[in-house]
Antibody, heavy 121, light 110 residues
Framework: QITLKESGPTLVKPTQTLTLTCSFSGFSLSTSGLAVGWIRQPPGKAPEWLAL???????PYSPSLKSRLTVTKDTSKNEVVLRLTNMDPVDTATYYC?????????????WGPGTKVTVSS | QSVLTQPPSASGTPGQRVIISCSGS????????VYWYQQLPGMAPKLLIYANDQRPSGVPDRLSGSKSGTSAYLAINGLRSEDEADYYC???????????FGGGTKLIVL
């Protein structure tokens, strides 16, 4: 059974760096074809893709956020960490991590419950 | 303004068939698969359709997906009250090098 869960601060100040951890179980990020993605959703708006990190450490980022984003993985801990620098109130959103598999083109097939992040001074 | 265009709302009565559309371009729906998600209030999106028309296990067969050119469709047969939710389409965009989402369609069961 695949499960994911996001954790991190609920409130960050403008200009600070957001660090979120995705803890998962039911799969290993050392398995070929697998990845973990990050997607965020501002209140009342559509989801926005942020990044992916693949089993081979390939890391495509959203071009609009690439300069501010870093994603890393710790395969031994079954964790993926997202860092977003220079936070702004427009970054207020629910942040999700999701299991992604290339096999059969299943895409983002399992999601964490999300963690709500507010950017405010 | 979303790269994929969905109607903001759709509605139907119990038992009816409802179709939600998603319009894109050659760089996304024209060349790539479409995925459909259902989002209940306060919940994470749930995958309904992958690779245009495939249902994950557990998704009832009264839901179906299709794609034609640069447009995709999610059909829900035998509408039920529990289908009331927001629905999103998504696809990879080769020109933008990013996953793009539709603006979402709020389905109301009358």
């Amino acid at each position: 059974q695949i499960t994911l869960k996001e954790s991190g601060p609920t409130l960050v100040k403008p200009t600070q760096t957001l660090t979120l951890t995705c803890s998962f179980s039911g799969f290993s990020l050392s398995t070929s074809g697998l990845a973990v993605g990050w997607i965020r959703q501002p209140p009342g708006k559509a989801p926005e893709w942020l990044a992916l990190i693949y089993w081979n450490d390939d890391k495509p980022y959203s071009p609009s956020l690439k300069s501010r984003l870093t994603v890393t993985k710790d395969t031994s801990k079954n964790e993926v960490v997202l860092r977003l620098t220079n936070m702004d109130p427009v970054d207020t959103a629910t942040y999700y991590c999701a299991h992604y598999q290339t096999a059969n083109h299943k895409g983002f097939d399992f999601w964490g419950p999300g963690t709500k992040v507010t950017v405010s001074s | 303004q979303s790269v994929l265009t969905q109607p903001p709302s759709a509605s139907g009565t119990p038992g009816q068939r409802v179709i939600i559309s998603c319009s894109g371009s050659r760089s996304n729906l024209g060349n790539r698969y479409v995925y459909w998600y259902q989002q209940l209030p306060g919940m994470a999106p749930k995958l309904l359709i992958y690779a245009n028309d495939q249902r994950p296990s557990g998704v009832p067969d009264r839901l179906s997906g299709s794609k034609s050119g640069t447009s995709a469709y999610l059909a829900i047969n035998g509408l039920r009250s529990e289908d009331e939710a927001d629905y999103y389409c998504t696809s990879w965009d080769d020109s933008l090098s990013t996953w793009v989402f539709g603006g979402g369609t709020k389905l109301i069961v009358l």
